[in-house]
């Protein structure tokens, strides 16, 4: 068990990517500490990652909560004596360009993707300086480097959390903590699906530029076409509009580089996508 001598933190690990992530450092042996905001969804993570037989607590709460952080980073110091990794995969979507985005949702994006990223960064990094290191892993998104039309809110969030995670991982390499970003491409998520089934104008086609194919464009704007578009298949047969398999979430390489080569990956922007890096989500 490459990481028994690990404990991990995983924000948004009742769902999507976080879910992921959490079972596969359980299946590597680390002990966890899970957060999320669903009870229910919780705890079925938590029957998951228990027939890895590790150690995993679950703690509730709102990652916007600067206090809510520190209280996570201190009950994992308590319970497991240190954090080795943190992930950051906690985030919300909201659709639209700059016209149609409220005030609320521009605020609610930023303060679950940008805000709660800094929150358990910075108190992760003041536990992780007293015990000689440690990781940190961002999941940003594709569309934080290249952007998308009608999701303004989300792109913008998704490169601050880039720029966020060079600035620190500059800022705390010397004190031996690894700071890192993976940008995903579409994942077949409860998230994404939720987003698709979303009905919004046309402006918040998921599809960049003339690009996409005419019946792609057509799939994102109506919400009965999308309902039988590539975000709405089932997760055994996901597809992008190129016709490349939309993969199911799983735990992403980066979560976890080996100890004796952790300090060499730093301020790095791993961008994993299943086509094009503009036909990114």
């Known amino acids: 068990m490459r990481h028994s001598n690990k404990v991990v933190i995983v924000t948004g690990a009742t769902s999507g990517i976080g879910a992921a992530v959490a079972e596969g450092f359980a299946a590597a042996g680390a002990a966890l500490m899970l957060v999320g905001r669903d009870r229910a969804r919780g705890q079925k993570v938590m ?5 890895h037989d590790c150690q995993a607590e679950l703690m509730l709460g709102d990652v916007a909560d600067s206090a809510f952080a520190d209280q996570v980073i201190g009950s994992t110091v308590k319970r497991f004596g240190k954090v080795s990794v943190l992930v950051n995969g906690a985030g919300i979507i909201r659709r639209g360009n700059a016209v149609e985005t409220s005030d609320d949702e521009w605020r609610q994006t930023f303060e679950a993707n940008v805000n709660g990223v800094f929150y358990f960064s910075r108190a992760a990094v003041r ?11 961002n999941i940003a998104s594709n569309v934080g480097l290249v952007g998308c039309p009608g999701l303004v809110a989300y792109c913008a969030s ?7 995670t060079q600035a620190m991982a500059l800022d705390h390499a010397k004190e031996q903590i690894s700071i890192n970003a993976v940008c995903p491409g579409a994942v077949d998520t409860p998230m994404l699906a939720r987003c698709a089934s979303r009905p919004k104008p046309a402006s918040a086609s998921l599809w960049r530029g003339s ?10 704007i109506s919400p009965t ?11 055994s047969t996901p597809s992008s509009p190129n016709g490349r398999k939309m993969p199911a979430p799983t735990a992403p390489r980066s979560t976890s580089p080996p100890e004796d080569r952790r300090m060499f990956i730093e301020a790095h922007v791993v961008a994993v996508a299943s086509g094009r890096p503009r036909i990114a989500m």
């Open 47 to 51: 029957q998951l990652v228990h027939k």
């Open 158 to 164: 998704k490169g601050a959390v880039v720029s966020l």
């Open 127 to 137: 536990a992780m300086r007293t015990s000689g290191g440690g990781s940190i892993v």
């Open 225 to 235: 076409r999308r309902r039988r578009s590539w975000l709405r298949k089932p997760m």
């Open 211 to 220: 690009s996409a194919s005419p019946r792609a464009r057509r799939c994102a």
